[in-house]
Nanobody, 118 residues
Framework: QVQLVESGGGLVQAGGSLRLSCVGSGRIFRLNHMGWYRQAPGKQRELVAEITIGGFTNYADSVKGRFTISRDNGKNTIYLQMNSLKPEDTAVYYC????????????WGQGTQVTVSS
């Protein structure tokens, strides 16, 4: 049974920073491309950052230059360093495989809330 547990969210002022962590069970991290997603109120969940098995990264235009995704396969953990946060970054953040296939749809965790005040 795969479990993904996100942590590190909180309330921060605009311009501040947060570091999110996602710990997974099993070999999920070593065998898959992974990503951070977010869902703001009234909006669809979107992919904001991804990291391949080989460590290559890609970012949504809205976070490019501000967010950094990394992974530690030995710890079954991926991270999202978020700097220069903006109120529009407010959302629940989740980690999961990239892409989210039929099996990975069952992997969604509780997410971690990030709230950025202006």
């Amino acid at each position: 049974q795969v479990q993904l547990v996100e942590s590190g969210g909180g309330l921060v002022q605009a311009g501040g920073s947060l570091r999110l962590s996602c710990v997974g069970s099993g070999r999920i991290f070593r065998l898959n491309h992974m990503g951070w997603y977010r869902q703001a109120p009234g909006k669809q969940r979107e992919l904001v950052a991804e990291i391949t098995i080989g460590g290559f990264t890609n970012y949504a235009d809205s976070v490019k230059g501000r967010f950094t995704i990394s992974r530690d396969n030995g710890k079954n953990t991926i991270y999202l360093q978020m700097n220069s946060l903006k109120p529009e970054d407010t959302a629940v953040y989740y980690c999961n495989l990239v892409p989210v296939d039929f099996i990975a749809r069952g992997y969604w965790g509780q997410g971690t809330q990030v709230t950025v005040s202006s």
